[in-house]
């Protein structure tokens, strides 16, 4: 296992500048996603600690290695793709072997990478298929054997989990967790999906335009985000954000009566942190317009005066709620996010 270094790295096609001088490292053996909207530049950085694209400018380290002129194959990086990328005339077997053959390491080796990489994920049991005659799951685990087998510093993975289905996805997020601590391995992962990032990562950096909004635990990025971007991708539902005015230490707007202790020009609210009440005193009035029950919990939406807003709560809680009905909701202790005009964290 090695560390990763980004140091100031930009990248631009002709004069369109994709990332735009993006510092920060990655620990040795850490488990670090990168989560952003579709375009933002995630794909072209686990390129370029692959090398399969060249800097711009900044420098890249891979350990205590400036790896910029490094080819690809001398680095010590394996990565998995989304589309899995196996050789289709090939077995699962001479897929995973194939990596071992080209640097020429011997029979006995190969053969046993191959069986420890097969039993870890599963695919002992096919590997004299060939992967049309495997299923979507099977296949980027055949994928990520491909990967493991070659003893990796660092292991790259772009979305590997966007083409299977949602339960499958589920189950495959807890084995690469668990695969995870079996390496200690590091490993880079990108995804656009808040969910894998938040479930996978020791360290999410949250991308937006080539510029890094904010790295930290994934408790640190839902508790405290750094700005609005922040607070609106990371989460589900998505934060409320609601305008309104300041006085007397409060924060109004039509619905809207909550205590703040600093001056905000929005407030920020997760759809968690909205706790039922029968106050008439409450700080947030719901006139309620779609609940969707999920079993044990239900999504609430409805207007708070003028603005909208969802509400996370206990389905026996609302029960008996109807389109048209009032809500009454006090914001948990100290979950109010407070933001600028430019949307930073105040
Ligand atoms: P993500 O993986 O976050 O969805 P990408 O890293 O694939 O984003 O792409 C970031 C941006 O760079 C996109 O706007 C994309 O259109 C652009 N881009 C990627 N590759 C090229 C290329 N070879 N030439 C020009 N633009 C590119
Ligand atoms: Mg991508």
Redesign the pocket.
């Known amino acids: 296992m090695a560390s990763v270094s980004f140091s100031n790295i930009k990248k631009s ?1 002709g004069d ?1 500048d ?1 990332i735009r001088g993006v510092s920060f490292t990655v620990e040795a053996g850490e488990f670090l996603v990168m989560v ?1 909207p ?8 686990l390129r370029i600690v692959a090398g399969l694209e060249e800097i711009t400018a900044g420098d890249l380290k891979i350990g205590e290695r400036v790896v910029n002129d490094v080819p690809p194959r001398e680095r010590g990086v394996a990565m998995v793709f989304q589309s899995y990328a196996l050789y289709p005339h090939m077995t699962v077997r001479e897929n995973l072997e194939f990596g071992l053959k080209i640097r020429k390491e011997s029979q006995d080796l190969i053969r046993q990478r191959v069986e420890t990489a097969a039993k870890m994920l599963d695919i002992t049991q096919y590997l004299d298929r060939l992967p049309k005659q495997l299923s979507g799951g099977q296949r980027q685990r055949v994928a990520i054997g491909r990967a493991i087998v070659r003893q990796p510093d660092v292991m790259l993975f772009d979305e590997p989990l966007s083409n299977l289905d949602a339960s499958l996805r589920t189950q495959m997020r807890v084995e690469l967790k668990k695969l995870h601590h079996e390496l200690g391995a590091t490993m880079i992962y ?1 995804t ?1 999906d808040q969910v894998e990032a938040m479930t996978l990562a020791d360290r999410i950096v949250v991308l937006n335009q080539g510029i890094i909004q904010q790295i930290g635990s994934p408790a640190e990025l839902f508790e405290r985000p750094a700005n609005r971007f922040v607070a609106a991708f990371i989460g589900s539902p998505s934060m409320n954000f609601l305008r309104g005015e300041l006085g007397d230490g409060r924060f109004k707007a039509e619905g809207l009566n909550i205590r703040v202790d600093k001056t905000p020009f929005e407030v920020g609210i997760r759809p968690q942190h909205l706790e039922i009440t029968q106050d008439e005193d409450s700080e947030v009035v719901m006139q309620v317009e779609v609940v969707e029950p999920m079993g044990w919990e239900a999504h609430v939406h409805g207007m708070c005066g003028a603005q909208r807003m969802v509400a996370h709560v206990r389905h026996d809680a609302i029960a008996n709620i109807r389109p048209g009905d009032t809500l009454r909701f006090n914001v948990e202790e100290g979950c109010a996010h407070c933001f600028d005009e430019s949307g930073l964290a105040l």
Do not use: A, D, R
Not at 38 to 45: F, I, P, V, W
């Open positions: 096609y369109v994709i952003g579709s375009g933002c530049g995630k794909s072209t950085l990108v656009h």
